[in-house]
């Protein structure tokens, strides 16, 4: 049986990797899209999560499979860093969904121009490994300048490539840089 925690190189790198300034995807023309204009204060991301799982329920995704739990997590975390983070216009940050074929893209426009940062989390922080999760469950990411602030984006697809391994050799190496 492999070892769960030995990874390659390919695979570390996608830990480190962190979020590169790219232009967004474009959404096709007739791709099932969704928009929300969600507050920027964490209470309304439960909500948002609830009916981002009913659009994908009603585009024909398993609520129960990898790829929508993916979708689910990716836009949690993007969401909650654009309210953490973004100094929403009007207190308000725009989210849009879409799918094309059998991925499903998700952007998250917030009102500053910094780009995210990969921060280093140790064991016992309660927050900072949003990028890292984010890099691990996407094909692509990025972010763009976008009017007042940036789009952040991520595209999902069908098979997330999450590895625990790599998630747990980058809490270790996080929790054995803090000793």
């Known amino acids: 049986m492999p070892n769960p925690l ?8 996608r830990v480190a990797r962190r979020l590169e ?9 007739g791709a099932s ?15 948002l999560r609830s009916n981002a799982a009913e659009v994908l329920r ?9 790829q929508a739990f993916a979708v689910l997590l990716v836009l949690t975390e993007v969401v909650t860093n654009a309210g953490r983070h973004g100094r929403p216009a ?10 094309d074929g059998d991925r499903v893209t998700i952007t998250v426009t917030d ?4 780009a995210p940062v990969l921060s280093k989390a140790c064991s016992d922080d309660e927050s900072g490994r949003g990028l890292e999760l984010i890099s691990s469950y996407t094909e692509s990411s990025g972010y763009e300048p976008h009017l007042t602030g940036k789009r ?27 000793m």
């Not at 300034?21 to 023309?29: G, K, S, T, V």
């Open 6 to 13: 030995r990874v390659n190189a390919a695979e570390s790198h």
């Open 21 to 29: 300034m790219e232009a967004c995807p474009q959404a096709p023309f």
């Open 33 to 47: 899209r969704a928009t929300w204009s969600v507050d920027h204060v964490s209470a309304a991301v439960p909500a």
């Open 58 to 66: 009603l585009w024909g995704l398993d609520s129960e499979g990898d």
């Open 90 to 99: 009007l207190g308000l940050i725009d989210v849009e969904m879409w799918l």
């Open 111 to 114: 009102g500053t121009v910094e």
């Open 152 to 178: 952040v984006w991520a595209v999902i697809g069908p098979h997330p490539a999450s590895d625990v391994g790599v998630l747990l050799l980058a809490a270790l190496d996080s929790y054995q840089s803090a």
